[in-house]
């Protein structure tokens, strides 16, 4: 049976979902698939109701496109790194009032940079100013920056006495990481505010160094179920605690959907995966109630000449070799002659000439990973130093993997 974040699904619940699974049924390339469940009354119908895929989604936005009322209907746009773009619609405000009441990164004191890139439809960053406008901090709309402008900004942040800065993990990594290299110093940064992609431990020790007074605090969603939870810095940085108008469900496969129970939610997300694995833990922060853990995606893992390997496991474990600032694993399918793995090395500024050989070693030597493939076909394996990675030029992400 399915574990469920709520105890029970309130009336106002029971009416939501009964009109989301009205709007899918009037989705005729869905109606076979809900034809068959009768109502739902509480949790264990809901964990009767059939499972909604991204492709699902998809079909009933194109069927229904949603409207809200009495606002402006703002239609994002996510994915294209990894996959097919998706859409999500969401009302002025982006239900930001719900993620403010739950949660205080920042105050009306602090001076804070909206570091998400602005444009091609992407949600973060008007979403982040959604937020910011209950904030009533003093914000700053500074988007995606280029590596030649790093240092005249990183000197903004420092004369404006910024205390809060926000972004997408590997933008974070770069800014941090080239600020640490060059010296800077941001005493007055206080919070760092995340989404759009797993926390890095990296991350800590750069901000060690540039900015100590400095915690990460997170939010969890996608651009179609919008804001599913949020963290603390005493919460680790891969669990959330959900917001009261997200369902968040944990199947027996370890596989997490969500239900959006917000009456004004223009996505009909009803039992929607996407893709992540998750388990519900106590968080160690002593917040009571059910948080979850996201272990990642199941997705990430793949068959690399017979051999199955943790792509994000992978990743890491090269990030620890000396001089390696970030990794990126490139997989050439090469037909017959079986594929080629290429790793690709961003380099710190520490990194001396022979960073690539210590990778190679490193994964030649490894009990992890597929080190036998490489032991055995010295060319299955490239090392390749570069100056940047292969990222999404819309939204700054750097996905661990990409397919040539
Ligand atoms: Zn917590």
Not at 28 to 39: K, Q
Not at 262 to 275: D, E, S
Not at 367 to 384: C, E, H, T, Y
Request: with cysteine; aromatic share 8%; hydrophobic share 45%.
């Amino acid at each position: 049976m399915p574990e469920f974040s709520h105890d029970r699904l309130d009336a106002a619940g029971v009416a939501r979902v009964r009109d989301l699974l009205a709007r899918l049924r009037a989705v005729p390339a869905l109606a076979d698939r809900y034809a068959s469940i009768v109502d739902i009354q509480d949790l264990q119908t809901l964990a009767a109701v059939p499972l909604m895929l991204k492709d699902d989604l998809q079909l009933a936005l194109r069927h229904d496109r949603p409207r809200a009322s009495a606002a402006t209907t703002w239609v994002f746009q996510s994915g294209g790194s990894t996959g097919a773009p998706q859409l999500g619609y969401a009302p002025t405000g982006l239900y930001m009032r719900e993620v403010y009441e739950q949660w205080r990164p920042i105050g009306p004191d602090d001076v804070f940079v909206n570091g998400w890139s602005a444009g091609k439809m992407w949600g973060a960053h008007f979403l982040v100013n959604a937020f910011t406008d209950h904030v009533h901090c003093t914000a700053m709309n500074l988007g995606a920056m280029s590596r030649d402008e790093y240092d005249a900004w990183l000197a903004f942040f420092a004369a404006q006495k910024v205390t809060a800065f926000g972004g997408t993990p590997s933008v974070l990594r770069l800014v941090f990481g080239h600020a640490r290299d060059a010296g800077v110093k941001l005493p007055d940064l206080r919070a760092v505010l995340y989404l759009g992609e797993a926390w890095s431990d990296q991350l800590d020790d750069d901000l060690a160094a540039v900015a100590p007074n400095a915690r990460r605090w997170g939010m969890f969603g996608s651009t179609e179920t919008w804001v599913v939870g949020t963290n603390t810095p005493d919460c680790p940085a891969d669990t959330w605690h959900p917001l009261p108008s997200q369902l968040v469900c944990v199947g027996d496969d370890e596989m997490l959907d969500f239900t959006t129970l917000n009456p004004a939610g223009l996505n009909p997300v009803l039992r929607y995966r996407t893709g992540d694995a998750g388990r519900f833990v106590e968080c160690a922060c002593g917040r009571p109630g059910r948080a979850f853990q996201v272990l990642g995606r199941r997705d990430g893992l793949i068959k690399f000449r017979g051999h199955l390997v943790n792509v994000d496991d992978l990743v890491r474990d090269v990030a620890t070799v000396s001089g390696v600032a970030r990794a990126q694993l490139v997989v050439h399918e090469q037909g017959e002659r079986g594929s080629v793995l290429e790793v690709l090395v961003l380099p710190s500024a520490a990194a001396g000439p022979d960073v690539a050989d210590a990778v190679r070693g490193h994964l030649l030597a490894s009990a992890f990973g597929p080190s036998i493939v490489f032991q055995r076909n010295a060319d299955a394996l490239r090392v390749s130093v570069v100056a940047a990675l292969v990222g999404n030029e819309r939204t700054g992400k750097v996905p661990n993997l990409v397919r040539r």
